[in-house]
């Protein structure tokens, strides 16, 4: 049982798929139906994962191998821990919650549901998977999906944005597939348990056949590492490679951008976490510093272009760059004290690495709050102009106490789940890099600005009233934001039902 179980999480929902392609196009309902019922199933596998996870134990469990390409030494091999476990419930929990926001679909209905499918999938697969061939392989599988969710049922500008998507960052994909080329080549193989222990260690003995132009292996360490890092990136994004995601999140549907936020972005942090700093300890302690600056970048410009936005979908789009900046200190924390170091900055590196962590899924689910509460709006007065909205919290006082509570999530209010790793990046990052974190504390003064910037040109001030006759959140509305609304306060009021697990794993794992 333990050795399958990730592969009918991973298989139910892209068997899903292919079942809804056979069924009517005119049966809307049963569409949306099967779709949801589907995209439960690797949700109870994965609570069921959580319950017999052990994490006292180090390394991966519930492993799956079986071949596939073994002429190169290849596998489909899958396993998990600590680390990509919060991952993928975070990626279970939110596929139905947003595919139940997207009932209000009308064309297309079948292809859309499948698509959905099968990006989680590819969302999983890389979460899962310990074989770099097969990591790239679903690395690849998110991006279409998503590419025609924003081409085909996006906004009036969808043709540039997805076009814009699918070139950077497939453009980032070369740089992983070349690292993965090299890494293949050096150690002899693809699986990444073996990588783990072969390719931190290899030195030119053995090696001048197989490495071209006579080059050393420092240097082939360092284009493998850049090339990383320039793919996961591009992935997070981080600042200057950030500037698809605001056209992305903008024209793609309500649901795009809740998985598009709440998953797809946390594949390149996971990437960093996953293989830069295990793999890449020198080169990653050596330019930690330059991935600390890039951080702060991210987290103050985000902020920035998210206060100067009036459409709100784009300012929480630019407050994904300003939360993932944070996400991004945290890893370049743990990147400079490095894997083998102790004392205190290994302490401090370990909160960080923890924020970090915590904070992709925390991020996670107030993001995608956020850009579902956006869409309920949209589909109401549509239009997502501050300028014309306002006075709304009289009109529509369900929504607008919705609205709030997410917004001070995304704000870091203690009590609620966002302060509570922010707090961890900050106070393990501040002995480590305490210009940055003390500059990133401006970013997170002008996170308040905005956020307050929302609410009121959202909610209070004189009231348009082309509103007066809004329609309140609906049933069905009021039962996807609850499950959002009920993790986010878990955490933030207990959150060591997670961080525990997390905790472990770093400690285990590094």
Request: aromatic share 12%; hydrophobic share 55%; net charge neutral.
């Amino acid at each position: 049982m333990e050795n399958t179980m990730l592969i009918w999480i991973l298989l139910s929902p892209i068997l899903a798929a292919i079942v809804i392609l056979f069924l009517s196009e005119e049966n809307k309902k049963l569409l949306r139906l099967v779709a949801l019922g589907a995209s439960l199933i690797p949700l109870i596998l994965s609570i069921i994962v959580w319950v017999q996870f052990d994490p006292s134990k180090a390394g991966f469990q519930f492993e799956f191998t079986a071949p596939w390409f073994q002429a190169i030494n290849s596998n489909f091999h899958f396993g998990i821990d600590g680390i990509s476990l919060p991952m993928v419930l975070l990626t279970t929990i939110l596929t139905p919650l947003a595919i139940w926001a997207s009932f209000s679909v009308k064309d297309n209905v079948k292809a859309f549901m499948a698509l959905f499918l099968f990006l989680e999938t590819g969302a999983l697969g890389v979460f899962i998977s310990l074989d770099l061939l097969v990591f790239f392989l679903f690395w690849e599988i998110g991006l279409v999906p998503m590419y025609f969710l924003i081409n085909q049922w996006g906004g009036n500008n969808r043709n540039y944005a997805a076009l814009k998507f699918i070139l950077i960052t497939m453009g980032g994909s070369l740089g992983l597939l070349l690292s993965i080329q090299i890494i293949g080549l050096t150690t002899g193989t693809f699986d990444l348990i073996e990588i783990y222990q072969l390719w931190p260690s290899l030195t030119l003995a053995g090696l001048q056949k197989i490495l071209p132009f006579g080059l050393s292996i420092t240097t082939v360490k360092t284009i493998a590492f850049w090339a990383f890092v320039v793919a996961f990136a591009v992935k997070v994004p981080i600042w200057p490679v950030h500037t698809w995601l605001p056209d992305a999140h903008t024209e793609a549907p309500t649901a795009g951008s809740m998985i598009l936020a709440g998953v797809l972005l946390k594949l390149g942090a996971y990437g960093f976490i996953r293989l830069v700093i295990p793999l890449f300890p020198q080169q990653a302690q050596q330019f930690a510093t330059v991935l600390a600056v890039l951080a702060t970048a991210a987290i103050i410009f985000g902020a920035l272009s998210a206060f100067g936005q009036r459409d709100l979908k784009r300012l929480v789009a630019y407050s994904s760059i300003n939360h993932m900046g944070f996400v991004v200190l945290g890893i370049a924390a743990m990147a400079y004290v490095g894997t083998s170091a102790e004392g205190a900055l290994t302490q401090s590196a370990t909160i960080a690495m923890n924020g970090a962590i915590l904070q992709m899924f925390n991020h996670g689910l107030s993001s995608a709050g956020m850009f579902f509460l956006v869409g309920v709006i949209y589909d109401r007065a549509h239009t997502r102009q501050l300028d014309e909205l306002g006075g709304l919290w009289a009109v529509l006082p369900k929504y607008g106490s919705t609205f709030v509570f997410m917004s001070m999530a995304s704000l870091g209010l203690p009590g609620l789940n966002g302060f509570v790793s922010e707090f961890l990046i900050v106070r393990g990052a501040w002995h480590i890099f305490p210009l940055a974190t003390a500059l990133g504390m401006i970013g997170l003064f002008f996170t308040g600005a905005y956020v307050l910037k929302a609410i009121a040109g959202l909610l209070h001030g004189p009231r348009n009233e082309r509103w007066i006759n809004l329609s309140e959140m609906n049933l069905r509305e009021i039962a996807i934001a609850a499950p959002l609304m009920v993790l986010i306060l878990s955490i933030g009021v207990w959150p060591s039902w997670i961080l525990d697990m997390i905790n472990r794993a770093v400690s285990l794992f590094f």
